[in-house]
């Protein structure tokens, strides 16, 4: 069994993929699989096991949409990125981006970016 670990440990990821893919499709029982590539029966069922939990993982639906998806950096760039976007790509009207900015910023919008404040108070 000491030549099985170490063929085993010798594999490339690949390989390791493959070997789990054929478990798991059962292609052919788990012990020619075992002798064929000269590893054991517990080595294939971990990998087929490893295999099985990633692909449970991509296809599973997330339990709570409330989860956080990632962390954006905003930075007084970024928000002049996205002013121009709304404006020039999805056509926003200037009094729709300030409501936008108003209800992501609050009032700090007025700090960052006082001619908006300005724009807004003239008639």
């Not at 404006?87 to 009032?107: A, K, P, Q, T, Y």
Request: hydrophobic content about 40%.
């Amino acid at each position: 069994m000491n030549s099985s670990s170490c063929v085993a440990t010798t594999l490339s990821p690949s390989q390791r993929q493959e070997l789990a893919l054929q478990v798991l499709t059962k292609t052919e029982p788990v012990t020619s699989l075992a002798k064929e590539h000269q590893v054991s029966r517990k080595f294939l069922y971990q990998q087929s096991k490893k295999a099985n939990d990633a692909l449970e993982e991509a296809f599973s639906t997330s339990k709570n949409d409330d989860d956080v998806l990632f962390h954006l950096p905003i930075t007084k760039a970024w928000l002049f990125q996205l002013i121009l976007a709304l404006v020039l790509i999805c056509h926003s009207s200037f009094r729709g981006v300030v409501e936008l900015l108003r209800d992501l910023l609050g009032d700090n919008y007025n700090r960052l970016f006082p001619a908006f404040g300005e724009a807004v108070e003239t008639p």
